[in-house]
């Protein structure tokens, strides 16, 4: 996986929301922002990205993204039901078409026997009421965690959503 995949992941994904008058956002933890990155590196990406969020911490979380402090406290950051409260409500905050999550443990340190270094949860909501979760286990350095979590957030939405 490398940044030209990531840089034609970003052009697909800009032509297809452009095709279609689409709107994205991204809630982003472990990645900080690298999947707005990708959209924005491409120029006319104003025309479907208006905004998004880098919540890191759960505070931000719960004040941006509007993730109840119970699922937080039950689930943990990196979950299923932590990412899709986030996508939703990106999607919301950021009145898009389409919202990608993401919420993981990059490494080197976080992780635990339950959720070791590369564990990645991903979030997608839709303005139609789809939304998705997945989870992935990624392999390598905090670098190569971080780009294939980029790389699968934007390859995931172009197969589902776009």
């Known amino acids: 996986m490398s940044e030209s995949q990531l840089r034609q992941l970003g052009i697909l994904a800009g032509e297809k929301l452009k095709a279609n008058g689409r709107w994205i956002t991204c809630a982003e933890s472990c990645t ?3 999947i707005a990155k990708a ?7 104003s025309a479907y990205f208006d905004r998004g969020f880098v919540t890191y911490s759960n505070a931000a979380k719960h004040d941006l993204l509007g993730v ?3 699922t937080l406290a039950a689930h943990g ?4 039901a932590v990412v899709r ?3 939703v409500g990106a999607l919301h905050a950021a009145r898009a078409d389409l919202a990608l999550s993401v919420s993981g443990i990059a490494g080197p340190d976080g992780g635990s026997e339950e959720k070791p270094v590369g564990t990645v949860w991903f979030g997608f909501a839709d303005g139609v009421g789809r939304v998705l979760a ?3 286990q990624f392999t390598g350095d905090r670098d190569a965690v971080r780009l294939q979590a980029t790389i699968f957030a934007l390859q995931t939405a172009i197969d589902e959503f776009l």
Do not use: F, H, L, P
């Not at 959209?39 to 990406?45: L, Q, V």
């Not at 950051?77 to 299923?80: L, P």
């Open 39 to 45: 959209i924005t590196d491409i120029a006319g990406s």
């Open 85 to 87: 409260e986030m996508a």
């Open 77 to 80: 950051a990196v979950s299923e």
């Open 32 to 34: 900080g922002g690298g």
């Open 68 to 70: 109840a402090e119970g």
């Open 134 to 136: 997945r989870k992935v």
